[in-house]
T-cell receptor, first 113, second 113 residues
């Protein structure tokens, strides 16, 4: 069945370090891919998305590329800031009947000054 | 711009009590959904609606009811609360077109004792 495997956290980095959060999925077809971010005490908000193979989504310095061959959508940022501390969710739309997001378990990122 | 508004933010219930979690959106979105967030499990879909008068079950619907009498409102009812329903609940809304962004409320933290 459909599933999402996301890098376990917590991830602790120093400010200006390079960030990678891995995400792979198992699905039939080619789902649209999303990264959502949840800042402390808030709901989720869209960070970036990619809707077809080789698309690159980007926002706020974060990037992720739709890799059809490896069914992956890894999140990267070249230089993290303290304000990036949050929980990050990889969430493809694989349940096309319900149009529902299928969420990974979330990766907590803590950036230290 | 209110977006998606959930009430209450926090709630404590005794086992067997019933209650309704409120969700309202002011973006004229057709699609609305309820998720629960449990530690280490990401978010799981409870119920969803593709428009007023139309609702359907998600991944974990047992113990919950929904209705959609207007485009704006999508309340979630717990019929007889159980400790297993202790969770954080998120309401989300979006347009029904493909690849559209979901907007989330700030969540309701529910504890059943």
């Amino acid at each position: 069945g459909n599933s999402v495997t996301q890098m376990e956290g917590p991830v602790t980095l120093s400010e200006e370090a390079f960030l990678t959060i891995n995400c792979t999925y198992t699905a039939t077809g080619y789902p649209s891919l999303f990264w959502y971010v949840q800042y402390p005490g808030e709901g989720l908000q869209l960070l970036l998305k990619a809707t077809k193979a080789d698309d690159k989504g980007s926002n706020k310095g974060f990037e992720a590329t739709y890799r059809k061959e490896t069914t992956s959508f890894h999140l990267e940022k070249g230089s993290v800031q303290v304000s990036d501390s949050a929980v990050y969710f990889c969430a493809p739309i694989m349940d096309t009947g319900r149009r529902a997001l299928t969420f990974g378990s979330g990766t907590r990122l803590q950036v230290q000054p | 711009n209110a977006g998606v508004t959930q009430t209450p933010k926090f709630q404590v219930l005794k086992t067997g009590q019933s209650m309704t979690l409120q969700c309202a959106q002011d973006m004229n979105h057709e699609y609305m959904s309820w998720y629960r967030q449990d530690p280490g499990m990401g978010l799981r879909l409870i119920h969803y609606s593709v428009g007023a008068g139309i609702t359907d079950q998600g991944e974990v619907p047992n113990g919950y009811n929904v209705s959609r009498s207007t485009t704006e409102d999508f309340p979630l009812r717990l019929l007889s609360a159980a400790p297993s329903q202790t969770s954080v609940y998120f309401c989300a809304s979006s347009y029904t077109g493909p690849n559209t962004e979901a907007f989330f409320g700030q969540g309701t933290r529910l504890t059943v004792v």
